[in-house]
């Protein structure tokens, strides 16, 4: 049974980074596409960031060019580095894992990032 945990988030000022961390365990990393999801209060989950096994990723537009995604194979785990944190980014920030060829998704537990000042 596939568990993400994840960790890193909290509070920052407006203009500052936030690097959030998910680690993988009972499956096979390889197998996932691995990306992170934020919600905001009263608006849909909205895709952040997602990579693939072989390290392609893709961003949503709102965090083009301020955030990152990275995946370690070795260690089974993916960040998210966030840069220029605007206000609009606060949300609760969930991992997800899709498993290749399926609808098959995974989540963690969520971890809130507020920006404020």
């Known amino acids: 049974q596939v568990q993400l945990v994840e960790s890193g988030g909290g509070l920052v000022q407006p203009g500052g980074s936030l690097r959030l961390s998910c680690r993988l365990s009972?499956?096979?990393?390889?197998?996932?596409?691995m990306g992170w999801y934020r919600q905001a209060p009263g608006k849909q989950r909205e895709l952040v960031a997602v990579v693939t096994p072989g390290g392609t990723s893709m961003y949503g537009d709102s965090v083009k060019g301020r955030f990152s995604i990275s995946r370690n194979n070795a260690e089974n785990t993916v960040d998210l580095q966030m840069n220029s944190l605007k206000s609009d980014d606060t949300a609760v920030y969930y991992c997800?894992?899709?498993?290749?060829?399926?609808?098959?998704?995974?989540w963690g537990q969520g971890t809130q990032v507020t920006v404020s000042s």
């Open positions: 997800n894992a899709r498993r290749l060829g399926t609808f098959e998704n995974d």
């Open positions: 009972g499956s096979i990393f390889s197998l996932f596409d």
